[in-house]
């Protein structure tokens, strides 16, 4: 099973490791509002899922906001971001941040996307939340790009991620960065 590291110490994470090229499990999550939104599987548009431990951390609330800003130049992708977080804080944080050009997502009902996708920290002090992870999943539903932070408290690779984005709508002969996106 996948590992990760907190603050240096090994963290191993539990639930079914999905890997690029693999089908993106659909899962359901709590939004803002309460309603509940579909994540993975196919979709009209390439799907980034950005998973964080918590929006109340001070990388999360960056990573989030990071994501914000990028997103709003991406038109043919839905940005989710999603943690263990209540569905009431994340509206807060979101109104407070002025996060608009993303969704957010909990996962707190039963943690069915930490563990479909094999992020669910499973010990350490952080025991219950997920790791800090980025899954890109195309239109046709497939995992084309994965990253699990080798770090919990450090950001992510956000040019990787986006550079699979942009694999995955240039022409055949178009634009390879060469992330492995598929």
Not at 143 to 169: D, F, M, Q, R, W
């Amino acid at each position: 099973m996948a590992s990760t590291k907190l603050k240096g110490n090994s963290v191993a994470l539990s639930g079914t490791e999905i890997n690029v090229g693999d089908k993106a499990p659909v899962v359901t999550l709590v939004a803002k509002d309460l309603s509940e939104i579909k994540v993975g599987g196919a979709s009209e548009k390439t799907q980034i899922i950005v998973i964080v431990p918590s929006l109340d951390t001070a990388v999360c609330a960056q990573e989030t906001r990071t994501f914000n800003t990028k997103a709003a130049a991406i038109s043919d992708a839905t940005v989710i971001v999603a943690s263990m977080d209540l569905p009431f804080a994340m509206g807060r944080f979101c109104t407070t941040e002025g996060i608009e050009n993303l969704h957010v997502g909990s996962d707190f009902r039963d943690k069915a996307l930490a563990s479909a996708y094999g992020v669910l920290i499973a010990d350490g002090p952080l025991k219950g939340l997920s790791a800090r992870a980025i899954f890109v999943v195309s239109k046709e539903g497939k995992v084309i790009y994965k990253e699990i932070c080798p770090e919990i408290t450090e950001e992510p690779n956000y040019e990787g991620a986006l550079c699979a984005l942009k694999e995955t709508s240039a022409p055949s002969d178009g634009h390879k960065c060469g992330c492995g996106a598929r």
